[in-house]
């Protein structure tokens, strides 16, 4: 019963690179949600999504970031032309069709450095 | 901005029950009370959760008072793996759109 999974764990990239971080929900979960950790702060929602459909954007930045959830497949956070402002943890946790008051679950995160 | 008011920090003595407090005034009536831990900057970690009735689970027990303004978290015997940020989360449930604070910093001290 594996948990929501992310990859990579640690990602390195020069500025200007393009970065993609991926999510694997839980089994049985169908709603994928991405949050943001700069140093020393909380966690800052960013992104919901549903298989291929985006329900909720307004955390991301509105420009260099995206996100999906395709029908099969993780999804993808993606982050063009990096800055070393965008050095953070990004966590993306999961929750059954039925929210409810329901638990959502996060996976480990992917720390990404911009050198 | 985070709709929940905790004390920046706490210390607990290893053994003891550790209670965190939360503060929600502005809390509605379809919102539910979520509590998560994060430690050492891995993925927050679901601890409990309710909407009005108070809640008991292995990990935690969480109290709400009556007119659902603020609740605490209850860890019966803290132990030194407990030190971690504690978040106390308002949301309505229907989404996923959960809004950190700046949460407790619990220390568990032997």
């Known amino acids: 019963n594996a948990g929501v999974m992310q990859n990579p764990r640690h990602l390195v990239r020069r500025r200007g690179q393009e970065a993609r971080l991926r999510c694997s929900p839980m089994k049985g979960h169908s709603h994928v949600y991405w949050y943001r950790q700069l140093p020393e702060e909380g966690l800052k929602f960013m992104v919901y999504l549903q298989k291929e459909n985006i329900i909720d954007e307004s955390g991301m930045p509105k420009e260099r970031f995206s996100a999906e959830f395709p029908k099969e497949g993780p999804s993808i956070l993606r982050i063009q032309q990096v800055v070393r402002g965008d050095s953070a943890a990004y966590f993306c946790a999961s929750s059954p069709p039925s929210l409810a008051g329901g638990q959502f679950f996060f996976g480990p995160g992917t720390r990404l450095t911009v050198l | 901005d985070a709709k929940t008011t905790q004390p920046t920090s706490m210390d607990c003595a290893e053994g003891r029950a550790a209670n965190l407090p939360c503060n929600h005034s502005t809390i509605s009536g379809n919102e539910y009370v979520y509590w998560y831990r994060q430690i050492h900057s891995q993925g927050p970690q679901y601890i409990i959760h309710?909407?009005?009735n108070n809640e008991t689970n292995e990990m935690a027990s969480l109290i709400i008072t009556e007119d659902r303004k603020s609740s605490t978290l209850i860890l019966p015997h803290a132990t030194l793996r407990d030190t971690a940020v504690y978040y106390c989360i308002v949301g309505s449930g229907n989404t996923g759109k959960l809004i950190f604070g700046q949460g407790t910093t619990l220390q568990v001290k032997p």
């Open positions: 309710g909407l009005k």
